[in-house]
């Protein structure tokens, strides 16, 4: 099975199969969650009893973010596969099926992908403790100079997390 999630045209003639025995109603190109997190250059386990997963992080301190380089999807592998295997399924079956092509990380779990699932999340924002109604305390910090606000949480609060700095 880790031949299929690595070539687009493998991975179209598997879908291509189920559909044919099954008649979903909509069939979705991927190979699994850490496709985003590879292009980026995540080392990424395949295996052949499971969908590929992230091994290690790419990056250990937040800072080193910044030299991340947004991948080109028509020539990053992974990427380029699952378009691969999108334009085969539309070709052969786009006018019978839903065909659903998309970037399957959201941002949190390509962070969690890209620093360490295990580490707490940091969402840094401006200057905008008032605003967010954030009590030192609370999970909430200023940095030495008062212009940034930390927001520091377990993964369990990640929601709350996002819907506080999202607001």
């Known amino acids: 099975m880790s031949e299929v999630f690595r070539n687009g045209e493998l991975l179209a ?19 699994g969650t850490a496709c985003n997190a590879q292009a980026c250059g995540v080392k990424v386990i395949y295996r052949d009893d499971a969908a590929p997963v992230a ?46 092509a998309r970037a399957d990380q959201g941002p949190m779990d390509l962070a969690a992908q890209l620093r360490g699932i295990g580490k707490p999340a940091s969402v840094t924002v401006s200057n905008r403790k008032a605003e967010l109604g ?23 609060k990640i929601r709350e997390a996002v819907r506080v700095v999202i607001q």
């Open 134 to 156: 954030a009590k030192s305390g609370e999970g909430w910090s200023w940095d030495k100079d008062k212009s940034v606000v930390v927001v520091t949480v377990e993964a369990k």
């Open 13 to 31: 003639e598997a879908m291509l199969k189920a559909w044919r025995e099954f008649g979903h109603d909509m069939i979705l190109p991927k190979n």
């Open 55 to 100: 091994e290690k992080p790419l990056i250990t301190k937040l800072d080193e973010a910044a030299s991340l380089q947004v991948p080109d999807p028509y020539t990053t592998f992974p990427m380029c596969e699952i378009l691969k295997a999108t334009r085969i399924l539309s070709k052969e079956i786009g006018g019978k099926v839903w065909i659903c």
